[in-house]
């Protein structure tokens, strides 16, 4: 069994996508999209510009906003979804899930999640650790039903 660190540490030696300050990947998916470089064009009146390879990859969002990890949000929900795509044809059809092929869907899962939390400056331990710490939080004050993010 692995800790979480040394799941990450593993996993996400495959990481393949573009990240603020990731010249190098960001100018091959850059180079992808036809080149499409703008060097020195303002993201926003008045603000700060962009060197070309960032506003081809990242469309001339702001520069506070590229520190975001929008690729492994955007990408777990996509495995999220095929996840529950499984599940659902097995619940429609009447037919044994595929039980296998589901747990591979949440190891997908899991890995951008762990990619994530490391665009995050958080590992994957630290996000477990957090995340019970939440729900022990939420039985001491007897508020583990309802809604809300902070309860």
Request: net charge negative; charged share 30%.
């Amino acid at each position: 069994m692995k800790t979480f660190d040394e799941y990450s540490t593993e996993a996400l030696r495959f990481s393949d996508y573009p990240r603020a300050g990731d010249d190098k990947k960001n100018k091959r998916v850059a180079d992808q999209l036809n080149g499409m470089f703008y060097d020195d064009v303002p993201v926003l009146p008045g603000s700060a510009t962009v060197r070309g390879v960032e506003l081809a990859v990242l469309g001339a969002v702001p520069q506070s906003a590229q520190s975001l990890p929008v690729y492994p949000a955007m990408a777990m929900c996509g495995e999220a979804g095929e996840f529950a795509e499984k599940v659902k044809k097995a619940w429609r059809d009447q037919t044994p899930l595929d039980r296998e092929g589901a747990a591979k869907e949440l190891g997908d899962v899991l890995w951008y999640v762990a990619a994530a939390a490391r665009d995050l400056g958080y590992s994957l331990e630290d996000v477990a650790r957090m995340n019970i710490e939440k729900f022990v939080g939420r039985r001491q004050r007897g508020t583990l039903a309802g809604a809300g993010d902070n309860r």
